[in-house]
């Protein structure tokens, strides 16, 4: 018997009960994945036996898995794919295959009927785009060598998970083994007419569209959301998926200048639907069997913890990557997808598994998921504790190493810069037009090549790499900056730095007042807050220009070029730290030489 008046109550207890499980998951650092499931696990049969609406939930389950696809096929971004070339596909495809191969091995072992023993070991494959980028984002880490290889590994699993659909779909049309060739056949016509279609509009209906609906936003998103809906209908009736009609609908828009704006805007209304699909998920659990699956789900469980990292640090330290990379990429897929749920989810409604099966991939993602989060978020201090084993995984000497390490160092160096991304490599040329001898340093191949063509000397190396202060030249060098995001590494730098004598000064980079405050008590001589400092550097700027000269010339002559890479910690109030005398020439050039 129904415990609520009407469906609207019922759904209104059902974001109740989710907002305050989110809360307590957030507060444990966990995916809100994991808080959703376990709200259909409290809420369903199995606990409360709240949920009585069954389609109204399933409807919009369904549209959050049309939103979901749709918004991944927005932001394919295929430059990212080739500018990573060999390592993104290398890596997505040899862990994709590696996973499925000993995935079916180890779930035959585990006494699973083939054709469920295939749909576990496919499912182990995919790893949860959301929550990679979401933690990498927190971490700010997504523009880091592993972060960036990391989403080239996702978008070929996308497209991986797309294909393994179309497959599973035609599978189920053509009613068993002996129909698969046909019904691939007439799907792959329906296709090419499909795609067809889509690319007609792209080229000579989208453009002139998209400009008239971008003057308003709420039209623009609205078209978006019903492109996408209507192409997954489409894609259903034709004998596709739902999945991989939103898909489609999605790379359509993805080329446009707009995705950027309509994938920020669709983000909270893709997670907020996705929330009843996995509260759905999670009251479809049969709890009378989670004893039974416990053993098989801690089996499956561990090879995804430890399997997929280790392949991907294999494929990399082949490839020339250093272990502290490999090692870091490799652990963003240590965890199943929620992909790997939707794919369990269609093979339960064409009828190749049941339930059992169901639950059990299920329980493997709310461990690997779980577990997998903590991996990440203390990747480095992990790094740490087992650098001295992961040798394995590098060759004795990275030819990316020997490639990029070509040029030798300078004998005298003014600065060593760590870090060349978009702060660091500014701040590295402003030093070089003011004729400073300035050695960056960073383990990116690209940020690397890029300095190198601004005229700076570029050493390839890793920060936290206990024997690449001995290859520096620190000998007389006067200051040492680093404009690495995350005070663990800046800490240990700092402490490598006492260990090999080095008598300059060091200035290092904080986001917080946090961070700030524990370099300066380690010994930082200078402490850079770069939001905090250009907003101060930009008052000065617009004060020096609005209020009559008050004796300092040349501010007038100022611009905004420099205020990302400028930093004057005595005009900012902070307390502890003014600006060095001796280093002033160093990190703020004057502006009429630069």
Sequence with gaps: MPVFPSVFHEIAALLLIAAVC???????????????????????????????????????????????????????????????????????????????????????????????????????????????????????????????????????????????????????????????????????????????????????????????????????????????????????????????????????????PYRNAIGARLASLRDFLLLFFFVSLGAQLDMRLMGVQAGPAAALSLFVLIGNPLIVMVIMGSMGYRKRTGFLAGLTVAQISEFSLILGSLGVSVGHIDASVLGLI??????????????????????????????????????????????????????????????????????HRQGLVVLGVDFDPQVVARGRQLGVAVHYGDAEAPELLALLPLTGCRWVLSTIVGPEVNLALLQALRHHGYAGRVAMMATTIEEQTALQRAGAHLVLVPHADAAERAVEVLTGSILPPSGKGGSEAQDFDGIASESNGQQSGRPGRSFPQQGSEIVRPNPEES
Excluded: C
Aim: zero cysteines; hydrophobic letters at 55%; glycine letters at 12%.
């Design 22 to 256: 989110g809360a307590v998951a957030v507060r444990l650092r966990q995916p809100l994945i994991v808080a959703f499931i376990v709200v259909g696990i409290l809420v369903g049969p199995a606990g409360l036996n709240w949920v009585h609406s069954a389609d109204q939930v399933d409807l919009l389950a369904k549209m959050g898995i049309a939103l979901l696809l749709f918004v991944v096929g927005l932001r394919l971004d295929l430059h990212l794919i080739r500018s990573l070339g060999r390592v993104a596909l290398a890596t997505g495809l040899g862990q994709v295959l590696f996973t499925s191969l000993v995935g079916y091995v180890l779930a035959r072992a585990l006494a699973l009927e083939p054709v469920h023993a295939l749909y576990v070991a496919v499912a182990l494959t995919f790893s949860s785009t959301i929550i990679i980028v979401k933690l990498l984002t927190d971490k700010r880490e997504i523009d880091a060598l592993h972060g960036r290889i990391a989403v080239g590994l996702l978008i070929v699993q996308d497209i991986v998970v797309v294909l393994v659909m179309i497959a599973l779909s035609a599978f189920g049309a053509g009613g068993g083994e002996a129909g698969l060739a046909a019904a691939l056949f007439t799907v792959a016509l329906k296709g090419a007419a499909f795609l067809f279609g889509v690319g007609v509009m792209m080229r000579a209906v989208f453009p002139a569209l998209l400009g008239r609906l971008a003057s308003s936003q709420e039209l623009l998103v609205l078209f978006a959301v019903a492109w996408g809906v209507s192409l997954a209908s489409l894609g259903d009736a034709l004998g596709f998926s739902k999945e991989l009609g939103a898909f489609v609908a999605g790379v359509s828009l993805a080329s446009s």
């Design 362 to 431: 299920t329980l493997v993602g709310l461990v690997t998921i779980g577990l997998s989060t903590y991996l990440i978020l203390y990747s480095h201090p992990l790094y740490e504790r087992l650098a001295p084993w992961l040798g394995l995984f590098e060759r004795r000497i990275p030819y990316r190493e020997e490639q990029l390490d070509g040029e030798p160092a300078p004998q005298r160096v003014d600065v060593i810069l760590f870090g060349l991304g978009r702060y660091g490599s500014r701040i590295a040329a402003g030093l």
